[in-house]
């Protein structure tokens, strides 16, 4: 049986415990896969997972919380899935974790750079997968790239290909493509200094258009309704279009996440204007990981939503 | 809003290095400020007056005073613009003291700084809102840490006023390092005798509930009502049994314990009673040394008990107890001196430290009173004091000064020529402190009378020949180099703060220094009130005291407590987080943070979300810097304040 049938089967077994189980489905085109909400065999038709399943369906854990639901989660889905839980944002118990072995997704962006000049990405009639290539069916013919020159970048140094804390499994595990996350390109990029990462901020934050696609993209933001982005009382930004502004919310997004981010990089795939805003998280994750040894997703509360008089790792009565 | 600012010169501290009228110049054209002024003492009573006056002739509805650290006046000003008719939280404070004049000479930059500072304090003003306390009851009850002297002193004079108090101590028996010694100095009188009254006074008031052999283990609520467990260590012997009899401790086959109380100077039974006045006089096992334990069989002293106390299935009990203040009386260990290996390291038996020297010295100790060196029990008649064992060492980390050795060590120079009178002491020291009263004629009469002969100088060291012990040390007096043939050393051991006092601290939620000695409120007028309200420190957990500080600063703690738990009703602070429920969305993060518990979540119409207990809560505002969506806020300390004060520093 292949992993889709296998999914399928596994789906179906959970449907009757469960309201929904949210994984993925046909998108607007081809080279996208959207959402998929399935409440009963019917919709299981448009379902399918692998290259192009790239959302990350914790996203809706946390509205649908309150009733038994069911989930197909990637490895770094499965991580979100730990974290929401970690903090009590949902309930464990209450959700039914379907996991596969997840070999990377498709960066889109990629994708439009390889057939830069040629075609969009939205004219693309067909994608078939071959082997370790994909095929393009484009007005211009069709075109065949390699899938590692189209995988999202996190994909590259992902440690959790397989759903470690799935209540179902199937397929054969995969193995991790590196054991640890060095964070070598936030190391590379930190390496700048301040005033070039400073100059370099500014400049991709004159972009941003403040549409809030990375903050409703993040399966880890909880203030809904509620952010401070909206609000007068607490009055954080201004509704002004300066760069001050839309750069302070990066970081107020980036410090909410601190210790929490596990990284799964949709606030940076959803931005419309490709602002590399991932890099923030991973900056602060890294010195999260450094000083409290502390890596989201794994199930463990963040160190920043404890209070211990003594950090056990930081050896505060050591300082001299 | 109509604000007046007032820039103290505070005599010349602040005005040496600050331009304070032009200071208030620029102060007056800030937003809402309608009158600015300088002044020379803004807390004195002229101060004071001026400020009440200016806002009844300017119709003030918010003041800010820029002078010193609001630790040291914001009370006084808070009251004065009270007495004025403004709402007292409708106040702000510019620390243009500490934070700016005393740090700097650049007049022209402090003015700038102190202005910015002022200007930040207006812009927050304008963001107060009147607040005004709640009251809660109080519980008379007072819980007093430590049954060493200075707690006992603390616990009787608060029990003899009418007030109820929990007394908690570790050991077994209550006393603490005074009910180890022989003597006193400068009088020379029996400790036993002077403080075996006050000890049996304790177990005797009806006010006062000992829980010997007991530890705290939590402390949560706030000043008035505090929650305490405490952990009763188990005995192993029911106490309300057993009658101190001994007949136990004599029967006892184990006979190699080690012996706390008289420092491991003898052995002792591994079941005991500490020492004949122990308060409570009953029986307890020590588990590390009892056979039935470790070898399990033997239950000789439930055999022999003759009613039936000993229970070998006892287990730790937890009292809880509910009381309005805490008196931490823990006082001091002894520094580790194994640690200067030039005196032995403890490899020479008849080296031994100025404690079990004391235990050696009194009758009721395990040599009965008779002075016989450890190796091989014969009477010493060259004995050696080495002073500034492990105090003013900064080697060690020991830089300061334990402040009694000199005395005790001048004392037991003395009891050792009346227990031996042909015995010779020397004593090594780097200086003679004896400032108290009579203190210094004891070290004069301990040379000119007994004749010990005091060198001034370091020992270098200490080796072991031909059964005696050699000493060598400096004379800086004389230029030279001596050596002294010792039968006995006595090092006069340095004391440090008492093991875990750190942990305790946390526990009290009151500061410490790098030592592990408990701070108090203020070193000179708050000596011994500590910053956490309903907190009170007495004796050597303060700082190292002798016997006459500690049990004056007993008395002292007492009388605070007293005065606290006095009242009836003690107003809470407003300054406390609330959440405002709309903008919750019951993410739990506050309640996991908030290090006084004081947040819960609650049920409404379906929904969780965050509340505050306005009592426990604290205002500290990990709550606050925690909710990602600023629901929660902490009234005087909104985020709108902390950014108006941001921007009205960095004027975007």
């Known amino acids: 049986m292949s992993i889709q049938d296998e999914l399928k089967s596994a789906i179906t077994a959970a449907l009757p415990d469960v309201s929904c189980v949210v994984g993925w489905g046909a998108g607007p085109e081809p080279l996208r896969a959207a959402p998929l909400f399935i409440r009963g065999e019917a919709d299981l038709e448009g379902f399918s997972a692998g290259f192009l399943s790239v959302n990350n369906p914790a996203l809706y854990l946390p509205s649908l919380k309150g009733s038994k639901v069911g989930v197909v989660v990637k490895g770094c889905d499965a991580r979100s899935v730990g974290q929401l839980a970690a903090e009590t944002l949902i309930k464990r118990e209450e959700v039914h974790v379907i996991g596969y072995p997840c070999r990377g997704v498709i960066d889109v962006d990629k994708v439009a750079a390889k057939l830069a000049g040629a075609c969009e990405t939205g004219e693309v009639a067909a994608l078939r997968e071959d082997g370790d290539d994909v095929l393009l069916n484009t007005p211009k013919g069709e075109v065949r790239l390699a899938k590692k020159d189209i995988t999202a970048d996190k994909c590259g140094r992902c440690a959790f290909p397989n759903a470690g804390n799935a209540d179902v499994f199937v397929g054969e595990r995969c193995a991790p493509v590196v054991t640890e996350d060095g964070y070598a390109d936030i190391a590379d990029f930190e390496a700048r200094g301040l005033d070039e990462l400073k100059a370099f901020w500014e400049q991709e934050m004159s972009r941003c258009i403040r549409c809030y696609a990375c903050r409703n993209a993040c399966p880890l933001c909880v203030c809904r309704d509620q952010c401070v982005a909206m609000s007068r009382e607490p009055h954080w930004l201004s509704q002004g279009d300066g760069v001050r502004d839309k750069l302070f919310f990066q970081i107020i997004h980036a410090v909410h996440l601190s210790g929490r981010c596990t990284g799964c990089g949709e606030c940076e795939r959803a931005c419309p204007l490709g602002i590399p805003v991932l890099k923030l998280k991973r900056a602060l994750s890294r010195r999260v990981e450094k000083l409290f040894g502390y890596k989201a997703g794994g199930g463990d509360t963040p160190p920043l939503l404890t209070f211990l008089v003594e950090e056990p790792t930081i050896k505060e009565r050591d300082w001299k | ?652």
């Open chain 2, 1 to 652: 809003m109509k604000i007046g600012v007032f820039i103290c010169h505070c005599g010349s501290n602040i005005a040496g290095t600050v331009d304070c009228a032009a200071v208030a110049e620029r102060a007056s054209t800030y937003p809402d400020v309608v009158y600015a002024t300088d002044i020379m003492y803004a807390c004195a009573e002229p101060g004071q007056d001026a400020i009440i006056a200016a806002i009844k002739k300017h119709g003030l509805t918010g003041v800010v005073v820029a002078s010193c650290t609001p630790r040291m006046h914001e009370p006084t000003f808070r009251k004065a613009v009270e007495r004025a008719g403004v709402n007292r939280y409708m106040f702000e404070m510019a620390n243009i003291r500490e934070h700016v004049s005393w740090i700097g000479k650049d007049i022209e930059a402090n003015t700038n700084k102190a202005a910015e500072l002022v200007r930040m304090a207006a812009a927050k003003l304008r963001l107060d809102r009147e607040l005004k306390p709640k009251s809660f009851p109080v519980t008379k009850r007072l819980l007093v840490i430590g049954g060493g002297v200075a707690g006992i002193q603390a616990a009787l004079d608060a029990a003899d006023a009418g007030l109820e108090v929990v007394m908690v101590e570790k050991q077994p028996t209550i006393g603490g390092k005074m009910a180890k010694l022989d003597k006193t100095f400068p009088t020379v009188d029996c400790s036993s005798c002077i403080l075996g009254p006050r000890m049996v006074d304790v177990a005797q008031h009806p006010n006062i509930t000992l829980y010997a052999y007991a530890e705290l283990e939590e402390v949560s609520g706030y000043v008035g009502n505090f929650d305490v467990k405490i952990r009763k260590k188990a005995t192993y012997v029911d106490w309300d049994k057993c009658t101190g009899c001994g007949l136990c401790t004599e029967k006892c086959p184990s006979k190699k314990s080690y012996d706390r109380f008289n420092e491991g100077v003898g052995p002792t039974t591994a079941i005991i009673i500490p020492f004949p006045q122990a308060i409570p006089k009953k029986a307890s096992i020590e588990r590390e040394y009892c056979r039935q334990f470790n070898k399990g069989k033997c239950g000789v002293c439930a055999k022999v008990c003759p009613t039936g106390a000993v229970n070998y299935e006892m287990q730790d009990e937890t009292v809880e107890v509910k009381v309005g203040g805490i008196v931490a009386a823990t006082g001091y260990d002894l520094v580790d001196w194994k640690v200067y290996s030039e005196y032995g390291g403890g490899r020479y038996p008849d080296v031994v430290t100025s404690l079990q020297y004391e235990r050696m010295l009194s009758a009721s100790g395990p040599t009965g009173g008779h002075v016989k060196r450890p190796s091989d029990g014969t009477e010493p008649v060259n004995v050696v004091f080495v002073q500034c064992v492990g105090s003013r060492d900064p080697s060690i980390g020991r830089p300061y000064c334990s402040g009694f050795c000199c005395m005790y060590t001048a004392k037991q120079a003395i009891l050792t020529k009346d227990h031996i009178p042909g015995s010779q002491s020397y004593v090594f020291y780097m200086d003679i402190r004896s400032p108290g009263k009579g203190y210094d004629e004891f070290t004069r009469r301990v040379q000119e009378e007994y004749g010990a002969r005091y060198v001034r100088g370091r020992v270098s060291m200490i080796y072991p020949k031909g059964g005696k012990l050699m000493v060598r040390g400096a004379d800086t007096l004389m230029g030279t180099q001596v050596e002294v043939e010792a039968d006995l050393v006595v090092l006069a051991v340095g004391a440090e703060a008492s093991a875990n006092s750190s942990a305790l601290a946390e526990k009290l939620r009151i500061s410490y220094d790098g030592y592990g000695f408990f701070m108090e409120g203020h070193p000179k007028l708050k000596p011994v009130e500590t910053n956490t309200a309903g907190v009170f420190l007495a004796g050597s957990c303060q700082g190292l005291k002798d016997i006459p500080s500690s049990v004056a600063q007993g008395s002292a703690a007492a009388a605070k407590a007293l005065g606290l738990l006095s009242r009836d009703m003690l107003d809470s602070d407003p300054q406390i987080a609330s959440v405002s429920v709309n903008r919750c969305v019951g993410c739990r993060k506050c309640i996991e943070v908030c290090p006084f518990k004081a947040i819960q979540e609650v049920d409404m119409r379906g929904q969780p979300k965050a509340e505050v207990i306005e009592t426990v809560c604290q205002g500290c505002g990990l709550c606050n810097a925690t909710c990602p969506q600023g629901a929660i806020q902490l009234s005087h300390f909104t985020d709108n304040q902390i950014l108006a004060e941001v921007e009205a520093l960095c004027r975007f």
